[in-house]
């Protein structure tokens, strides 16, 4: 069981829906929370971090942490065809040093 | 500062060649960070640089792998006798405090034909 699972997709939305991507991960020693986009050929790009379980909201974007379910998810309200990427989730623990990625989810965002 | 450089962009090598790749963080980052994703997959992490010292290595990292931080500055990594199955794209990144995510480079896509 790889330690951090997410839903490949492709996903694919109408411009302006809201969009919901998920991950969730197998050990509670995880602490730290990331998503990344990444456009094609390009490296990833951070988007949000979080700690604690709950919300964080930044413009368009809400990370959502729930520790108790080991579940994190990343949503985006009023989609762009600029949004279009592939979006990973990303966890460590606290003290480590070592990011630990889902395999990403690609998505795209049809004007 | 213009962010995490990385040469080349593209390397294209036959098998059993030795390749080497450069890469040029943050400067006011201590910590280096070296990444390999392949098609469709997240990045796997293979070596960790503090300043000069390389505290920690990926079993990703066969003895066909060696990377260097002289100085604490510029790193590379050097493939030698590449295989196939090296081919993928390898990242470089740098950060201050890791658990508040780092920064990436553009990679390096490695070809081995």
């Known amino acids: 069981q790889k330690e951090v699972e997410q839903d490949p997709g492709p996903l694919s939305v109408p411009e302006g829906a809201i969009v919901s991507l998920n991950c969730t991960y197998s050990?509670?020693?995880?602490?730290?929370f990331m998503w990344y986009r990444q456009y094609s050929r390009k490296g990833p790009e951070l988007l949000m971090y979080?700690?604690?379980?709950g919300n964080k909201e930044d413009g368009r974007f809400t990370a959502q942490v729930d520790k108790s379910s080991k579940y994190i998810s990343l949503f985006i309200r009023d989609s762009q065809p600029s949004d279009s990427a592939t979006y990973l989730c990303?966890?460590?623990?606290?003290?480590?040093?070592?990011?630990?990625f889902g395999q990403g989810t690609r998505l795209t965002i049809n004007p | 500062d213009t962010g995490v450089s990385q040469n080349p962009r593209h390397k294209i090598t036959k098998r059993g060649q030795n390749v080497t790749f450069r890469c040029d963080p943050i400067?006011?980052?201590?910590?280096l960070y070296w990444y390999r994703q392949t098609l469709g997959q997240g990045p796997e992490f293979l070596t960790y640089?503090?300043?000069?010292?390389?505290?920690?290595k990926s079993r990703l990292l066969s003895d066909r792998f060696s990377a260097e931080r002289p100085k604490g500055s510029f790193s590379t990594l050097e493939i030698q006798r590449t295989e196939q199955g090296d081919s993928a794209m390898y990242l470089c990144?740098?950060?201050?405090?890791?658990?508040?995510?780092?920064?990436f480079g553009s990679g390096t896509r490695l070809t081995v034909v």
């Open positions: 990144a740098s950060s201050l405090m890791a658990v508040y995510g780092y920064t």
């Open positions: 050990n509670s020693a995880f602490q730290y």
């Open positions: 979080t700690y604690s379980s």
């Open positions: 990303a966890i460590i623990i606290q003290g480590a040093q070592k990011l630990v």
């Open positions: 400067s006011e980052h201590n910590r």
């Open positions: 640089f503090q300043n000069e010292a390389q505290l920690e």
